[in-house]
């Protein structure tokens, strides 16, 4: 039978590794999908470097849309990134009757719900397994696999670039400036790095899990994000101290009133396995109510096992790309006229525990003021840890740091709680808000 035809659009990072990828394991590919996956056509501005890289017998363009208008293409290969001409080109495919696999997430967390109503109406297919958790099938664990399922929650280091970091600095005391370099030079971040640092990256990818899991729209915009850039050093240590990691977490919630949808350093148990994931790992927590808890781990970034999950989904897309449309998967796992419209609920009204540190005068009677106005608020604390002034400011200091664990509250009654304390005038510094999950 005739080879599949894929043009890639982006030859960089994960582009080389599908090449190299398919060009290797092609007898083992051929077997899977029944046939074989060409990729016959390359498109990059650096045309040279790509030429380089796939060698003699494909051609090499600059313009991708000469892989769009050449009508022996059966699936294009979108790794170029980012909103602008990524989104022109994937639209352009779609509508010119191509099947689409792409590992951008910032696209689809954002425009994925006119690509896959655009996909729907012409009757083709988008993949986008690389766009979370990279070589992690959990698109193929959240869209098939957990299917029986009502899906809980779902928690998870889905950024590479940023456990590198919070591993590195932890193990190995470095410095966040020198850490994030060595991850732009091992592939792991993105073109713009604060979308990882600030939480961003995760965020896209928490959106698109948030979507297939609660049959959802793509809802970036109401995403929740914070990032690793304001943690301290002092809060890695006292986390650790208290029995918890910190790490970056993506997190999707069902409760009675809709979605939680947010990114943001959490302490997490250091018993769980997830609290041990380390480097450029990632994980993935799914709670389901009949499965109960899962767990998937593996490289969520940099170029072959990217290159893993796109090729995944070329061999999906080989298939299925003759059967009726309506036996296919849908794209965000619920069929599109069964989507719900549970809202995305504000921080404000997300449920969590709470860690806290205080800069204070360490004078008598500090503790029990911040500790009465949290029982005034109604929030109940769950541990204290006072440190040594000297400790923390040095011989003879006349400050200390108090950290406080929380039970469960609500966030809106948390951020008055904490409006109360910081007017103290014993309270001496912003006061450090670090959400814990327990994860259980
Ligand atoms: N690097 C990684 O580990 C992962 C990346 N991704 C996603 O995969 C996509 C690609 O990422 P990387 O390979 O890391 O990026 P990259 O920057 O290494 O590669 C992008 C390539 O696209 C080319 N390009 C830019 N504009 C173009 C245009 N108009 N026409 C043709 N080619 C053009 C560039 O010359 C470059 O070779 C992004 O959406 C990224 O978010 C997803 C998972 C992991
Ligand atoms: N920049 C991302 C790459 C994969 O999506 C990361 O660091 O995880
Ligand atoms: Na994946």
Redesign the pocket.
């Known amino acids: 039978m005739k080879s599949i035809q894929v043009g890639l659009l982006g030859i960089g990072t994960v582009g080389s590794g599908v090449f190299n990828v398919l060009k290797r394991n092609q007898p083992e590919i051929m077997r899977r999908a029944g046939r074989g996956i060409e990729i016959t056509m390359v498109a990059d501005l650096d045309t040279a470097r790509a030429q380089a890289i796939v060698g003699t017998g494909v051609k090499v363009v600059d313009d991708a849309r000469a892989i769009i208008a050449n009508p022996d293409i059966d699936i294009v290969v979108e790794l170029i990134g980012g909103y602008g001409i990524a989104k022109q080109l994937v639209m352009e495919a779609i509508a010119a009757g191509k099947h689409v696999v792409t590992a951008n ?1 910032a696209l689809l967390a954002v425009h994925g719900t006119e690509i896959f109503a655009a996909a729907s109406s012409k009757g083709v297919m988008v993949a986008f397994e690389a766009a979370v958790a ?1 070589g992690i099938p959990i698109i193929k664990a959240l869209r098939e696999g957990l299917t029986a399922n009502s899906i809980q929650w779902i928690a998870g280091i ?5 456990n590198f970091i919070l591993s590195e600095m932890r193990d190995k005391g470095l410095d966040f400036e020198v850490v994030l370099k060595e ?1 732009q030079r091992l592939g ?3 073109a713009d790095p604060t ?2 640092i600030e939480g961003v ?1 995760a965020a896209h ?1 928490a959106t698109i899990m948030s979507a297939i899991a609660f049959g959802i729209p793509v809802q970036f915009d109401k995403a929740y994000i914070e990032g690793i850039t304001k943690l301290g050093a002092q809060d890695i240590r006292y986390a650790e101290q208290l029995g918890y990691r910190i790490k970056l977490l993506g997190i999707t919630k069902r409760t009675a009133k809709g979605i939680e949808l947010r990114v943001h350093p959490s302490l997490v148990p250091a018993k769980r396995l997830i609290a041990n994931v380390e480097g ?1 790992m ?1 994980a993935v927590m799914v709670q389901g109510d009949a499965v109960g808890t899962t767990l998937y781990y593996g490289k ?2 940099g170029s072959e096992p ?1 290159a893993s999950a796109v090729i995944a989904d070329l061999v999906d897309i080989t298939r299925l790309h003759t059967a009726d449309p309506l036996q296919r998967v849908p794209h965000l796992a619920f069929q599109p006229d069964a989507m719900s419209d549970l809202p995305v609920l504000p921080m404000s009204e997300i449920v969590t525990s709470y860690y806290l540190r205080l800069r204070v005068a360490d004078e008598a009677g500090v503790l029990a003021k911040v500790t009465g106005l949290l029982a005034g608020a109604g929030i109940s604390i769950d541990a204290v840890l006072q440190r040594e002034a000297d400790e923390v400011g040095g011989e003879g200091s006349t400050q200390t740091d108090v950290i406080i664990l929380t039970h469960d509250c609500v966030e809106a009654k948390m951020d008055a709680a904490i409006a109360e304390m910081q007017a103290l005038p014993t309270v001496l510094a912003p006061i450090t808000r670090i959400r814990k999950e327990e994860l259980a």
């Not at 889905?158 to 940023?162: D, K, P, R, V």
Request: glycine letters at 16%; zero cysteines; aromatic letters at 10%.
């Open positions: 997430k990279g889905i950024n590479g670039t940023t991850a792991y971040a993105e979308f990882d990256d990818k450029a990632n969520g970034a990217t």
